[in-house]
Nanobody, 125 residues
């Protein structure tokens, strides 16, 4: 069983930064591919970033490239998403996800079997 709990969302102004974090309660956290997705009101959940078991490889959605950085700490069972230069269009609920599959890159919602409850990120203009 995998439990994921996000924290670190909030309300910021455009141009500012946030760093949501996800804490995982699971054995062998280092065997899971981790990712962040987001869902804005009225829109489908979309991929943001993913990171391999060891953290050696990452992949980003185009809107996140150059502004967001995904990282993990396998000693603490955490995965973070550092978000810089935030824009109003980044406003969404951000979800942490885990996959025990070997698929890489795993960019689809259906690639992930475990999800957190989400953390709200709101960017004002």
């Amino acid at each position: 069983q995998v439990q994921l709990v996000e924290s670190g969302g909030g309300l910021v102004q455009a141009g500012e930064s946030l760093r949501p974090s996800c804490a995982a309660s699971v054995r062998l956290f280092s065997s899971y591919t981790m990712a962040w997705f987001r869902q804005a009101p009225g829109k489908e959940r979309e991929f943001v970033a993913t990171i391999t078991w060891t953290g050696s490889m990452t992949r980003y959605a185009r809107p996140a490239e150059g502004r967001f950085t995904i990282s993990r700490d396998n000693t603490k069972n955490t995965v973070d998403l550092k978000m810089n230069s935030l824009k109003p269009e980044d406003t969404a609920v951000y979800y942490c996800a885990a996959s025990g599959s070997s698929i890489w890159p795993a960019l689809r919602v259906t690639n992930y079997g475990y999800w957190g409850q989400g953390t709200q990120v709101t960017v004002s203009s």
